[in-house]
């Protein structure tokens, strides 16, 4: 009978070989006759190294960013009245932060060359007492002009030869777009220009909604509009802040020269240039003033308009007539 036995304890000794290389950890399982029901229910119920395995999840890498700088009342104030000083568009000072004073902060931004946040932050806190008024685009310009710079996406008004307000603008944004059919690319050309038709309160055109337009260049325009980013984001108008629209369109008449530098930056990789070169402009460079009787300055299909002069809430639709 032992003879008969060794192909079957032989056969067991290779099975348990077999499951200790299947597990684990090898040494858990003994290849040997006495052992083989033990050492099977061990490999199969025993559980991988702790260094292995867990029940949680790790604790992910912190990637989030540090929490906002908490500022108080007196420091809002303090950016308020130094912003004011040098020309930008805060209000009345008021301690408050709110979507004025944070575009005010972003034509600081835009100017100074700093990143575009909008926020009260240690680099603005740094730029901002050292900083001065910006000087005119267009030296030698009509006292009374709109100059939009369109690398730094800024517009400044001048006038009577005094600047009247900083804003932060979004210009074309250079990708094409289409309508009913017909496409273009959505660029704001630099060059000397004036304010034609201007409309009060909304006009609704092919493209979205105008507030407070006034159109320089055909069917393009200075306007309000619920979303002014950082960057060049129109079909080729000029956007301002809902609140300076209506200030800008009682501020600049028909007949005010409108001045565009620059060529504008796409969206991605938004660069600061420095101060634009001198560029001399005159009466004599502008085209002439618009004949009050005509109205010439945008296609007919753009003329809907309505009466509202309220902007609806959360309206992100761009808003531009095509060129």
């Keep these: 009978m032992a003879f008969g036995r060794r192909p079957f304890i032989s056969a067991l000794v290779a099975l348990g070989a077999l499951l200790a290389a299947c597990s684990s950890d090898g040494s858990d399982v003994q290849a040997s006759t006495g052992k083989t029901s033990t050492s099977v229910a061990r490999a199969t119920t025993s559980s991988a190294p702790s260094s292995t395995v867990t029940s949680t999840a790790p604790a992910p890498a912190t990637t989030e960013a540090p929490a906002a700088e ?3 009342s007196a420091d809002v104030r303090a950016v308020q009245e130094r912003l004011a000083e040098l020309g930008y568009d805060v209000g009345t000072p008021d301690g408050q932060f709110g979507g004025r004073t944070s575009y005010a902060i972003m034509a600081f931004q835009k100017i100074e060359g700093l990143s575009r946040t909008g926020d009260i932050d240690a680099e603005l806190k740094a730029a901002l007492p050292g900083a001065s008024t910006p000087g005119p685009m267009v030296p030698g310009g009509p006292s009374t002009r709109v100059e939009i710079d369109l690398n730094r996406q800024v517009l400044i008004l001048w006038t009577g030869g005094s600047l009247t307000r900083i804003l932060p603008i979004s210009s074309g944004n250079g990708e094409e777009y ?13 060059g000397s220009f004036r304010i034609g038709r201007k409309a009060e309160g909304l006009e609704v055109a092919p493209l979205g909604e105008l507030w ?51 060529r504008g930056p796409g969206p991605e990789g938004v ?3 420095p101060e634009p070169e001198p560029n001399p402009v005159s ?16 296609p007919a299909e753009d003329t809907t308009s309505s009466s509202s002069t309220t902007p609806p809430d959360g309206s992100t639709e761009d808003e531009e007539t095509p060129k």
Excluded: K, Q
Excluded at 178 to 190: K, L, Q, R, S
Excluded at 216 to 242: D, E, L
């Design 212 to 262: 407070w337009p006034m159109y320089f260049n055909r069917g393009i325009a200075i306007h309000g509009s619920p979303s002014v980013p950082p960057f060049p984001a129109s079909h080729g108008c000029i956007r301002v802040p809902m609140y300076a629209a209506p200030l800008l369109y009682d501020e600049v008449g028909p007949g005010t020269a409108v001045i565009l530098v620059g």
């Design 271 to 273: 660069e600061v240039p």
């Design 70 to 72: 908490v500022v108080s």
């Design 283 to 298: 009466d004599s460079t502008l085209p002439p003033e618009p004949d009050p009787t005509t109205t010439t300055t945008e």
């Design 178 to 190: 289409c309508v009913d059919g017909e496409c273009d690319i959505a660029v704001t050309p630099p």
